[in-house]
């Protein structure tokens, strides 16, 4: 079955800064690569997601890079604020297929 | 959250007892899904459903058990021997139709065993 890997498990940035985080996935056939934020007490919520056929998308201050030879993609945010602290999850599945594997967590927060 | 409510947000049961979550969800999708969180694991899948009266074991299905005999609902029971059962657990729905090809997440239940 699908692994995917996260990275960092926490991240720390200075507003105004870019943040990055990266995942891993294990399955080729793993086409749809979504991406979560999840507030305290509260369920996720996706923000971004891409499928194989792209290799970057991007919407406003955030954006999803794919890279399929290596297997992996990332989550950019860049001019960061107070309120984009959370813990982001990425995801890896089939499209069409509605399994979804979960990376384990980055707990993002940003310094005032 | 959408249309999806998990009722109740906090649960506390003394250990031993079986207990059941809620998920009802007013989105017509037809796939549910349960998902267990803890610190540093991320979420992991109990058991989902494609459609009413069948359902299908996730990744840690022992000590859970679901049901599906209306589209819009998807209880899970914790059971007294599921080992650990003090955890988040998150409900979600997907949309077989053809409609964005993501999972929908509920605003969650903390279950506490004491």
């Known amino acids: 079955g699908e692994n995917v890997e996260q990275h960092p498990s926490t991240l720390s940035v200075q507003e105004g800064d870019s943040a990055v985080i990266k995942c891993t996935y294990s399955d080729s056939a793993s086409n749809y690569f979504p991406w979560y934020k999840q507030e305290l007490g509260k369920g996720p919520q996706l923000i971004i997601d891409i499928r194989s056929n792209v290799g970057e998308k991007k919407d406003q201050r955030i954006a999803v890079t794919l890279n399929k030879t290596a297997k992996h993609f990332s989550l950019h945010i860049t001019e960061t604020q107070p309120e984009d602290s959370a813990v982001y999850f990425c995801?890896?599945?089939?499209?069409?297929?509605?399994?979804?594997?979960f990376g384990t967590g980055t707990r993002l927060t940003i310094i005032p | 959250d959408g249309g999806i409510t998990q009722s109740p947000k906090y649960l506390f049961r003394k250990e031993g007892q079986n207990v059941t979550l809620s998920c009802e969800q007013n989105l017509n999708h037809d796939a549910m899904y349960w998902y267990r969180q803890d610190p540093g694991q991320g979420l992991r899948l109990i058991y989902y459903?494609?459609?009413?009266?069948?359902?299908q074991k996730g990744d840690i299905a022992e000590g859970y058990s679901v049901s599906r005999e209306k589209k819009e609902s998807f209880p899970l029971t914790v059971t007294s021997a599921q080992k650990n059962p003090t955890a988040f657990y998150l409900c979600a729905t997907y949309d077989l139709s053809g409609g964005p090809d993501t999972q929908y997440f509920g605003p969650g239940t903390r279950l506490t065993v004491l």
């Open positions: 995801a890896g599945g089939d499209f069409g297929n509605e399994k979804l594997t």
């Open positions: 459903s494609q459609i009413v009266n069948d359902f």
